[in-house]
């Protein structure tokens, strides 16, 4: 079983930066992809990025050169650097782990956190 916390949201400018975290717990920690999604209100979840136990990663058109995802198995921990932020990046941002390879959709992810909000100011 694994379970997943994320912290690190907040409320920052348009232009200014933040690193999520999400800690895992679970002894398969290390051989899972994990990823980030994130809802905006009113929007379906969506796919942010995603990184392989091999530390290969793929990301949305829409955060690329803008956000890196890295991953700690030491530390059973994966992080999301988020550069150049815009209010559109305003969402609540979830992690989640499962699957294989380097899946983009939510469905082929079994282990999700509650979630943290990120908001940008205009």
């Known amino acids: 079983q694994v379970q997943l916390a994320e912290s690190g949201g907040g409320l920052v400018q348009g232009g200014g930066s933040l690193r999520l975290s999400c800690a895992a717990s679970?002894?398969?920690?290390?051989?899972?992809?994990m990823g980030w999604f994130r809802q905006a209100p009113g929007k379906e979840r969506e796919f942010v990025a995603t990184?392989?136990?091999?530390?290969?990663?793929s990301y949305a058109d829409s955060v690329k050169g803008r956000f890196t995802i890295s991953r700690d198995k030491a530390k059973n921990s994966v992080f999301l650097q988020m550069n150049s932020l815009k209010p559109e990046d305003t969402a609540v941002y979830y992690c989640?782990?499962?699957?294989?390879?380097?899946?983009?959709?939510?469905?082929?992810?079994?282990?999700w956190g509650q979630g943290t909000q990120v908001t940008v100011s205009s």
């Open positions: 679970g002894s398969t920690f290390s051989t899972y992809p």
């Open positions: 989640a782990a499962g699957g294989s390879g380097l899946p983009r959709l939510g469905y082929e992810y079994d282990y």
């Open positions: 990184i392989s136990w091999t530390h290969r990663t």
